[in-house]
T-cell receptor, first 112, second 113 residues
Framework: DTAVSQTPKYLVTQMGNDKSIKCEQN?????MYWYKQDSKKFLKIMFS???????INETVPNRFSPKSPDKAHLNLHINSLELGDSAVYFC???????????FGPGTRLLVL | AQSVTQLDSQVPVFEEAPVELRCNYS??????LFWYVQYPNQGLQLLLK??????LVKGINGFEAEFNKSQTSFHLRKPSVHISDTAEYFC???????????FGTGTRLKVLA
């Protein structure tokens, strides 16, 4: 039973393309997050959703648009991909703000 | 503004030796503190957290951390490490009233045989 799943696991694409990453959690959590981890392992929060509502948008370019169709899903759509978008993107969920975050396995995005 | 500093980017240590990974934070309000571990090619998982109460927190895999408010530190310790502890360790701070976690830059623990 995978608690937090992400698809795809790997994504290789050309600059300028549009791509989506899907995230699903089966833990019944109210809060979901997207993080970006760069090549130096630096982890930075991008978005936080609580009960399908956007709580945090950490100065992420407008090319990134999260969508939460229901509490169990938080998808990330990226328009006009750039070289600098290459990173590992992690989805996470938690029962609440100070509760344990459960991370997905990550999506490794490479923009050529 | 809140911040988290992990001074050591890499810590090599021999198997069965003790280890301490340092974490300092800055915040003007109440914070909650976490340590997460990331094994190669995996997502992060929680080792331990401090929310309130006893300043010595015990976590999984024999790790513990001590919250020191006066020194604004939350150092992670293990008395005897194993090869399997080789991983990246992240300290994180959550500020009360937000949904925002700030992670440190990580410390790569490499356990040598």
């Amino acid at each position: 039973d995978t608690a937090v799943s992400q698809t795809p696991k790997y994504l290789v694409t050309q600059m300028g393309n549009d791509k989506s990453i899907k995230c699903e959690q089966n833990l019944g959590h109210d809060t979901m997050y997207w993080y970006k981890q760069d090549s130096k392992k630096f982890l930075k929060i991008m978005f936080s959703y609580n009960n399908k509502e956007l709580i945090i948008n950490e100065t992420v370019p407008n090319r990134f648009s999260p969508k939460s169709p229901d509490k169990a899903h938080l998808n990330l759509h990226i328009n006009s991909l750039e070289l600098g978008d290459s990173a590992v993107y992690f989805c996470a969920s938690s029962a609440g703000p100070v509760e344990t975050q459960y991370f997905g396995p990550g999506t490794r995005l490479l923009v050529l | 503004a809140q911040s988290v500093t992990q001074l050591d980017s890499q810590v090599p240590v021999f198997e069965e030796a003790p280890v301490e990974l340092r974490c300092n934070y800055s915040s003007s309000v109440s914070v909650y503190l976490f340590w997460y571990v990331q094994y190669p090619n995996q997502g992060l998982q929680l080792l331990l957290k401090y929310l309130s109460g006893s300043t010595l927190v015990k976590g999984i895999n024999g790790f513990e951390a001590e919250f020191n408010k006066s020194q604004t530190s939350f150092h992670l310790r293990k008395p005897s490490v194993h090869i399997s502890d080789t991983a990246e360790y992240f300290c994180a701070v959550y500020t009360s009233g937000t949904y925002k976690y700030i992670f440190g830059t990580g410390t790569r623990l490499k356990v040598l045989a």
